[in-house]
């Protein structure tokens, strides 16, 4: 019995060039806001909001990426027992398919600022919407707005 997904014998669709696997994480303050990157000048989708974060590399596990990310794109340093995973995105861009996981992260020790030249924005879960994401970002939202 079919399960309604799609018509039976229906061939997949065609494997992405690669994967590429990055971690993001929403950190969220005390007054329930959650922290928003603008991408920099330079880099591609540009001027894009986004949940912190970036490449997993070879060998990391997604939290230990993660970690590393926030220490050196914000300054702030997290544990793996702080983060908790929540979602994921799953995305097809033209020249790769993006996996990535969203973890909630509620403890981290110093104060997030900017290292790399990005804009950051504490936003109000019902306010995410107003603030321009990339595809692979903005299925994400409500189901983070959901959570919180």
């Not at 861009?93 to 973890?103: E, I, K, S, T, W």
């Not at 997030?112 to 692979?136: K, T």
């Amino acid at each position: 019995m079919s399960g309604g997904c799609g018509p039976e014998g229906a061939p997949p669709p065609p494997a992405p060039a690669r994967i590429i696997l990055v971690a993001a994480v929403a950190l969220i303050d005390p007054d329930g806001r959650v922290l928003l990157a603008q991408r920099p000048e330079g880099k591609s989708l540009a001027g894009l909001w986004e949940f912190p974060g970036g490449k997993v590399e070879p060998g990391e596990s997604p939290e230990t990426a993660l970690i590393r990310e926030l220490h050196e794109e914000l300054g702030i340093d997290t544990w793996h027992s702080c983060l908790a995973p929540l979602t994921f995105a799953s995305h097809a861009y033209d020249d790769f398919h993006l996996l990535m996981p969203l973890y909630a992260c509620r403890r981290w020790e110093g104060i997030a600022h900017p290292r790399e030249g990005q804009r950051l924005a504490w936003v109000r879960p019902n306010d995410l919407r107003s603030y321009p994401m990339p595809p692979a970002d903005e299925p994400l939202i409500p189901i983070l707005r959901d959570w919180l």
